[in-house]
């Protein structure tokens, strides 16, 4: 058993409101070293298989594919063992 | 002539679409569940709003996927009218038929409330009704209707004239250039996030909206007489 452990954020060229919004929530509370928020998503998976290289290239093809947009978004992720 | 809209599970603006061609043209027009594999009896297919299943993970994202989008590919290739509205406009992004992704809107609020546009191509087949430049008033209903696309594309977009309607004077989510609704290169696929089945009639706030399903007949017509 694999689990893989997948960002997906916005690239930095892209305003994130989000990110944004929460920076100035933070200043408005006196946490005024916030330089930026960057919000994504965090996503789980836990595969069933024991090849790294197959999971890591299987991964890769679900982040293109349906996991991010990647037009806007970007990911990277990590593999542990379960 | 024939018109789909599609329903995906959580779309909730497919009777909108439907009463709008049967009021509008008086054309035949049928709801088709998203399972469907084959449009083939169909000459244009609306992509509705709504919330495409629940709009978890990305607007669209998951719809993609629906066994319909592949039969609405081969239609789009085919040179049929394909027109995605709001969630449909999203829906058309992530599929790839149109370019560019749809984020969150700037102010992070979902915007309700009629919208005046430009109508930037009029040479389009969802635009021939309405004049070049013309301003007209359709109503938007979204939280992320804020249109992005890389540079590179968006250059090539102009030189394509692909940018269809842009809002007029303000800009209600942050879109890039004010876009709200963009065609593809050949110009049979059309996206946009205003709500045109929602402005068909006074008693709506507008009737802006009849052109663009006018439009549409008109350029079928043509295209039969070819």
Redesign the interface.
């Known amino acids: 058993m694999i689990t893989a452990r997948i960002h997906v954020t ?1 690239k930095q060229s ?2 994130d ?2 990110g944004t ?1 929460v920076t100035k929530s933070l200043h408005a509370l006196g946490y005024a070293e916030v330089q930026d928020v960057r919000i994504g ?1 965090f996503l789980e998976l836990k595969l069933d298989t024991a090849d790294r290289a197959q999971a890591e290239a299987r991964v890769t093809d679900m982040c293109e594919k ?2 991010a ?1 990647t ?2 978004e970007k990911y990277e992720f990590e593999l542990v063992e379960a | 002539m024939k018109f789909a809209v599609l329903v995906f599970p959580g779309s909730n603006c497919d009777i909108d679409a439907v009463k709008a061609v049967e009021d509008v043209l008086g054309e035949a027009v049928e709801p088709v569940w998203h399972t469907t594999t084959d449009l083939s009896g169909y000459d244009a297919i609306i992509v509705p709003g709504g919330f495409s299943y629940g709009d978890y993970l990305r607007c669209g994202a998951i719809a993609r996927f629906s066994p319909v989008m592949e039969a609405v590919k081969q239609a789009a290739a085919e040179g049929k009218f394909i027109i995605g509205i709001c969630n449909g406009f999203q829906i058309l992004t992530e599929s790839g038929l149109l370019p560019g992704a749809l984020r969150h809107n700037d102010h992070l609020q979902f915007r309700c409330a009629i919208s005046p546009l430009v109508v930037e191509n009029n040479s389009t087949p969802f635009t021939s009704d309405y004049a070049q430049g013309q301003v007209i008033h359709i109503p938007i209903a979204h939280g992320e209707g804020n249109y992005h696309v890389d540079e590179e594309t968006l250059s090539r977009m102009k030189a394509n004239n692909q940018i269809v309607f842009r809002y007029y004077e303000h800009n209600p989510n942050g879109s890039l250039e004010r876009i709200a609704g963009v065609c593809n290169e050949a110009g049979n696929v059309l996206g946009m996030m205003p709500h045109p089945e929602r402005a068909v009639h006074q008693l709506l706030g507008s009737e802006d909206g009849k052109a663009l399903f006018t439009s549409i007949l008109k350029a079928w017509r043509d295209k039969q007489g070819a």
């Open positions: 916005l892209v305003l409101p989000q919004a998503k349906l996991l947009n037009v806007i």
